[in-house]
């Protein structure tokens, strides 16, 4: 009892901020994923109740210290959940119930991205056919599938068919429709035809107004940027200076995910702490070379505040995404530690940018980047603090080539191993040339690619900016070719992962958490957890099949490989977990066999060929129509649509049925209207 009080001490002394933060996530994460919406009063009601129970402890005998610490973690996590029902209350946007259209649509282009079937235009609206203002929603995405002949800012006409944003279609894909209501996208769509430009001005609203004038600015950089890097590395100049991605090639961004190196697409912590980082060292350097001023304040706590004004110059010219935003509040708490004199890196510093991060935008926290994000970070910040005490300890130097390859070498290993659960369980893939990709392009980011555009960006001042961005795309020329060879020699490796789900990732976060965050032998505690998700990780599961909307079949095999079959035409979508394996099967004319789990499975185009020899089946999937008679279990394709696809594990050699997502509990994803 001694050891238990003394430990519990000991945590809430050196590790009570850092325990707070993750009570705080992680109630802000179990506010998002409860089947049902809890109301105002309840958690108000909880969260008091948490309150008066602190402090009539703290009034008690130190016998309660155990009491104290868990009702601490559970006051934490109670503000969570509040965090996330605050967020829905103060968001609460007009949605479409079901399909709609054709309709005309009416508003300002917000911005322009590439998508798989066309571009992508986000419009602020302005009306939505004959409907009432109370019932359009303020944003919809729609596809333009022709060639625009409108720009960012324009006020157009489009001619458009509306849908519900899309929920997911199996218990581990991207939550699509709850990411937009909370960015306020109450519809998705595709237009007919082109949209025309309108004749109506800015919108009245001040902040509408703005958004819209710092959108066409956005749209200049990234145009002015494209042309001048040049035609190889043009797009992907562009996206890094705005966050304008509609630019960059499709081929660039396949290569860029399948090398591992996707995170230097989306501008993020690394490029905010590049831009951020480099700003400060000029800075804090060239204020020192000015004597009377070096000798009467300090230059270091100047040099943060220019960091702090250019950081908040990148957040509003690369398009504040949420991403961004996370790298600024991260970013902005360093620099906020230097103006206070405290330590930029640390446990604190590190906890305060996740309580901030989640109170501005809770339903992050589920994402894969913010958990990504926080993960590299949090293990960089650990290790680094271990190799400095270590090398102060034996007196080594920091500095010099060799101190920067181990660095070099040791922030591309301890990142890479600290994502790599999240990327398995969000993506079920890796990069396997990942670490030798980043550990070659990373220098060239960092050292050439970031001093080229502060050297383009002063050159731009002085009349000779091309000059200035051609040498910035010729760096990012070298990133791409090394994207392109890494990407070639993992080719075929990245989908034969074992997929990670439920419990195993709670432990291994667990286990990584206390593994990186907690010192000396208490570090240990976290091989347990780490150990035990090991092991059920390695213990096979069951395949599942799913038969998706769009009329594809999916067989995800245990072993992380996933096989694909088209079998009907379908207005749907495939899960976007698995919306770039490529179809190995036609089975729209010939039928194909499926063995799993001892369970035999027919994809049958047609009735009369679903029961035919050579080998009865157990299960068939039918198109149209359905046999009279028939010994197997059939699933006729009209029921799939009907149910907006289905779902089952292959276990005891049978199909066991999945329960569908529910709708109609969460304000985001209510049920569509027939």
């Not at 237009?191 to 609203?205: F, H, M, S």
């Not at 690619?449 to 040498?471: H, N, R």
């Not at 976290?526 to 059920?536: D, E, H, K, N, S």
Request: proline share 6%; glycine share 10%.
């Amino acid at each position: 009892m001694q050891f238990a009080r003394y430990g519990i001490g000991f945590a809430q002394r050196r590790y009570g901020t850092l325990i707070s933060a993750f009570g705080f996530s992680t109630g802000a994460a179990s506010y998002f994923l409860l089947p049902f919406e809890p109301t105002s009063e309840t958690i108000l009601l909880g969260l008091a109740i948490c309150l008066a129970g602190t402090i009539l402890l703290r009034r008690s005998s130190a016998e309660a210290g155990f009491s104290r610490f868990a009702l601490a973690v559970l006051t934490a996590w109670v503000l969570g959940v509040l965090a996330g029902k605050y967020a829905t209350v103060r968001v609460s946007p007009s949605q479409i119930s079901a399909e709609t259209g054709p309709v005309l649509v009416e508003g300002w282009v917000e911005s322009i991205s590439s998508g798989r079937n066309g571009l992508r235009l986000r419009l602020l609206v302005h009306s939505v056919g004959d409907r009432a203002r109370s019932g359009v929603p303020d944003h919809v995405r729609v596809t333009h599938r022709l060639s625009p002949v409108i720009d960012v800012g324009r006020f157009v006409r489009c001619w458009v068919v509306l849908r519900p944003p899309p929920a997911p279609l199996i218990a581990s894909d991207y939550a699509f429709d709850r990411e937009a209501f909370y960015r306020r996208t109450g519809a998705v769509g595709f237009v007919l035809g082109r949209c025309r430009p309108g004749t109506l001005g800015a919108p009245r609203d001040l902040i509408k107004k703005a958004r819209l004038r710092l959108a066409e600015l956005r749209r200049a950089l990234a145009r002015h940027v494209r042309q001048g890097a040049g035609e190889r590395a043009g797009g992907f100049a562009a996206a890094l200076a705005s966050g304008d991605r509609s630019f960059l090639a499709s081929s660039d961004q396949e290569v860029l995910r399948a090398s591992g190196l996707a995170h230097l697409m989306a501008i993020s912590g690394l490029h905010m702490g590049l831009v951020g980082g480099l700003v400060f060292l000029v800075s804090w350097r060239g204020l020192a070379l000015l004597e009377p001023l070096a000798l009467r304040v300090s230059v270091r706590k100047l040099a943060a505040c220019v960091a702090i004004i250019t950081c908040s110059l990148y957040l509003m010219l690369s398009g504040a995404s949420v991403s961004t935003q996370r790298a600024f509040v991260m970013a902005m708490v360093v620099f906020g530690a230097i103006l206070v004199d405290r330590a930029p890196f640390s446990v604190q510093s590190f906890s305060l940018a996740m309580m901030i991060v989640v109170l501005l935008a809770p339903w992050s926290v589920l994402s894969p980047g913010f958990q990504m994000s926080f993960a590299a970070t949090g293990a960089l910040v650990a290790t680094f603090h271990a190799w400095g005490d270590r090398r102060k300890r034996l007196s080594l130097p920091l500095s010099g080539p060799v101190f920067w390859v181990k660095s070099l070498v040791l922030t591309s290993l301890v990142s890479g191993l600290a994502t790599l659960p999240f990327a398995i369980y969000h993506f079920g893939r890796i990069a396997a040339f990942g670490f030798p990709a980043n550990l070659l392009a990373m220098p060239i980011v960092s050292l050439i690619c970031t001093p080229l555009a502060g050297l383009a960006v002063v050159l731009s001042w002085l009349g000779m900016g091309e000059v200035g961005l051609t040498l910035f795309g010729w760096s990012l020329g070298l990133v791409l070719r090394i994207a392109e060879v890494f990407a070639a020699l993992g080719e075929g490796s990245r989908d034969l992962i074992r997929p990670i789900y439920g419990v195993i990732s709670l432990s291994g976060i667990l286990g990584l958490g206390l593994l990186i965050l907690v010192k000396g032998r208490w570090r240990l505690t976290g091989v347990a957890p780490l150990v035990l998700a090991a092991g059920l990780w390695t213990i096979p599961s069951a395949d599942l099949l799913h038969w998706a909307p769009s009329g594809d079949v999916f067989l995800v095999r245990t072993s992380g490989q996933i096989l694909r079959y088209r079998l009907a035409k379908g207005e749907g979508l495939s899960p976007l977990r698995y919306r770039d394996v490529i179809a190995s099967h036609d089975c729209r004319i010939e039928t194909c066999e499926i063995e799993a789990g001892g369970v035999h499975i027919r994809l049958a185009p047609k009735g009369d060929m679903a029961c035919g020899a050579p080998q009865t089946p157990d299960w068939v999937f039918i198109r149209d129509p359905v046999p009279s008679h028939c010994d197997a279990f059939i699933v006729p394709w009209a029921d799939v649509q009907a149910s907006r696809g289905q779902s089952w594990y292959i276990r005891r050699n049978t199909l066991q049925p999945v329960k569908a997502i529910s709708c109609g509990r969460r304000p985001w994803r209510p049920c569509p209207v027939p």
